[in-house]
Structure formats: C-alpha cells, structure tokens
C-alpha cells in the first residue's frame, strides 16, 4: 500500500507542475492582455488549490506509513503551497482588487507554486 501512494504521490507532483505551468502562462497572457481572468480559469485555479490538498494529504500518509524523508525541506513546501494558494485565492476575489490585479495576483501565486512544486519535487529525489 505504501508504495501505491509513494507512486501516486511522485505523479500527482508531476501533474501539479504541469497544471500550475498552464495556469501562470495562461493567467500572465490575460494580464498582459489586460482583461480579467475567467470563470473557467477561477475554476482550474481551485482545481490546482485541491489538486494540492490531495498532494499534501498523500505526502502526510506517506509519512504515517513510515516512508523517509530525504529533505525535511520537502515538507515545508508542500505547506507553503497548501496554505498560499487559496489564502491568495480568497484574497484576490475578495472584491478590493481591479480586475487586471486580480489577473496578476492569481498568475503570480502559479508561478510562485511552481517554483515551490519544483523545488518540492528537487527535495523529495
């Protein structure tokens, strides 16, 4: 069992990496554009804000079942990410932004993610 979510962790990084990609290339083209993000991209945005919770909670079943830590640096930016993307997310939309500021704050916390899912992914080899 442990090795099963040892793998689907290690894929679901992967995935997170490539999902965050496409979401600060496509959030940065509508700030450059400047026009506000979408309701399909709000909504990818939350997908990458659970697919990250279920990334998390995996890591912390890892961990349970005995699994070792290369790096404990790998935990603090799986929490980093946990917690900065939907507390940007309530942030941006909480109606004090422009739109346009919304558009760069979301782009933005994906290319931060993205640096942190890489280093993440660095720390757990």
Same mark, same amino acid.
Request: some cysteine; proline content about 2%.
């Given at each position: 069992? =442990? ?5 689907? $962790? %290690?894929? !679901? ?13 496509? &959030? =940065? ?10 309701? &399909?991209? *709000? ?9 990250? %919770?279920?990334?998390?909670?995996? &890591? ?7 699994? *070792?830590?290369?790096?404990?640096? $790998?935990?603090?930016?799986?929490? #980093?990410?946990?917690? #900065? ?6 942030? =941006?939309? =909480?109606? $004090?932004?422009?739109? %346009?500021?919304?558009?760069? !704050? ?17 720390? &757990?080899?």
């Amino acid at each position: 069992m =442990s090795q099963l979510i040892l793998f689907l $962790h %290690a894929r !679901f990084a992967l995935a997170e990496i490539l999902f965050a990609l496409l979401l600060a290339g496509w &959030g =940065s083209y509508q700030y450059i554009r400047h026009k506000a993000v979408s309701g &399909g991209f *709000r909504s990818a945005y939350l997908m990458l804000c659970g697919l990250t %919770a279920v990334q998390g909670l995996l &890591g912390v079943v890892n961990l349970l079942l005995g699994a *070792r830590l290369n790096n404990p640096l $790998h935990l603090v930016y799986g929490v #980093f990410a946990v917690l #900065f993307l939907p507390g940007l997310y309530f942030y =941006s939309v =909480s109606g $004090h932004q422009s739109k %346009a500021r919304e558009a760069v !704050f979301l782009a933005a916390a994906c290319w931060i993610v993205l640096i942190a899912f890489v280093r993440g992914w660095i720390t &757990g080899q």
